[in-house]
């Protein structure tokens, strides 16, 4: 067994060295060699990488599986390396810690080698894979600085966007908002895949684009008229029925297929209070987002008794990281199956779907949430941008 560790001080704040680390564009310019990546699930990736190093050159195919995360600190994951040497196996682990205004990343691998790879010097094995590592944060760090260096003209120097005084103070923006394209598909109810149409005029580059999806596709706002023919539509809601205090329950403990209760509701919401925003955490879609049909299939659900729980409390308005109606998922629904949306659309409250990073907030006060959507006519719900502001 080879086991390699090491740190390495990164120059930039971890939320924003986070979103590198799995973003696969970003990852083919930093993993050294790289020939082509692609996430095949949210948790999973697979590729191919050129090693130029001594004895081990070769072409090697890659996967590697998430296995845990604590965005923006923690992340486990294991692996394999295929290619014309052997076949290395194993796991490894990093945390990202914020000290003096740099990132110090420190992480571990410990990996199986079989093949003629096994034959050579562990010593030499490790030198090796602590080089690439090494290149690779290095080449992480250069992408960062030049980011920073390429900062538009409304960021002061090198101060966050959000220190300034219309806001007050050092404050982070918190990002709720999954993202969507050609690859992502509606719930089954309707079951539509997201179509986008471009069309361009030269000489030069000009581009406008047409999509198609239906209006719960991704991360959304559902309204009264989603299941009342005369209900409010988005252009009748104002935004202050969605931008105030919010708070998290954590739910996180929950796994796939769990009918939300009364009883987890007691033990993790005792302190909704009438007015809240409520924001109920499972990390499902940070999990599944993307695992089609899976994250619509297998996902935990609202229970009626939960949803009505939370509307005699008060909440303002209900999100949910996972998909919340259960009923939804079924080919021969009807309409008053749709209960969950009911039960808080009727009531006075807004309904809120496909929300994530819900494990980035506080659970333990409230914050500062926005969930601006589209002004449209008729609409029975919106897509959004989920948001927090954390002080």
Not at 359 to 386: C, H, I, N, Q, Y
């Amino acid at each position: 067994m080879i086991k390699v560790d090491g740190t390495y001080s990164l120059d930039a704040p971890r939320e924003l060295i986070w979103p590198h680390i799995f973003d696969p564009n970003s990852l083919m310019n930093l993993i050294p060699g790289c020939q082509g990546l692609e996430q095949i699930s949210p948790n999973e990736y697979r590729g191919k990488i050129r090693i130029g190093f001594a004895s081990i050159s070769g072409e090697y195919t890659t996967f590697v599986r998430i296995l845990d995360q604590a965005p923006p600190e923690l992340c486990s994951f294991e692996g394999e390396v295929t290619g014309p040497t052997g076949i290395a196996k194993g796991d490894a682990s990093f945390s990202l810690e914020e000290v003096d205004e740099k990132t110090i990343i420190r992480y571990q691998t410990n990996a199986l080698i079989t093949g003629a790879l096994a034959s050579l010097s562990p010593r030499f094995i490790e030198g090796a894979i602590k080089t690439l590592v090494q290149l690779g944060l290095s080449s992480l760090n250069k992408q960062l600085k030049k980011t920073a260096q390429s900062s538009p003209a409304w960021i002061e120097g090198d101060q966050p966007f959000l220190k300034q005084s219309m806001i007050g103070g050092m404050m982070k923006i918190v990002d709720l908002t999954v993202p969507i394209g050609e690859d992502t598909i509606s719930p089954p109810s309707v079951n539509q895949q997201l179509k986008l149409t471009s069309y361009h005029r030269g000489p030069g580059f000009w581009q406008a684009s047409k999509v198609e999806m239906v209006l719960h596709t991704g991360s959304h706002v559902d309204f009264l008229k989603h299941v009342q023919p005369d209900g409010e539509t988005a252009i009748d809601v104002p935004l202050e029925r969605v931008f105030g205090d919010a708070r998290v329950v954590d739910l996180s403990y929950v796994g796939s297929n769990h009918a939300i209760s009364i009883d987890d509701l007691e033990q993790h919401a005792g302190q909704v209070a009438k007015g809240d925003i409520v924001l109920v955490r499972t990390d499902w879609t940070e999990k599944q987002w993307g695992n089609f049909p899976t994250y619509y299939l297998e996902s935990p659900y609202c229970s009626a008794e939960a949803a009505k729980w939370l509307v005699d409390r008060g909440a303002r308005a209900i999100g949910f990281d996972c998909f919340s109606e259960y009923c939804a998922r079924l080919p021969d629904f009807t309409s008053e199956d749709f209960i969950i949306h009911k039960i808080i659309l009727e009531n006075g409250a807004l309904l809120m779907q496909q929300m994530t990073n819900l494990s980035m907030l506080p659970t333990d006060r409230t914050f500062k949430f926005f969930a601006p959507f589209v002004k449209m006519r008729g609409a029975e719900g919106s897509p959004a941008r989920f948001f927090a502001i954390l002080d």
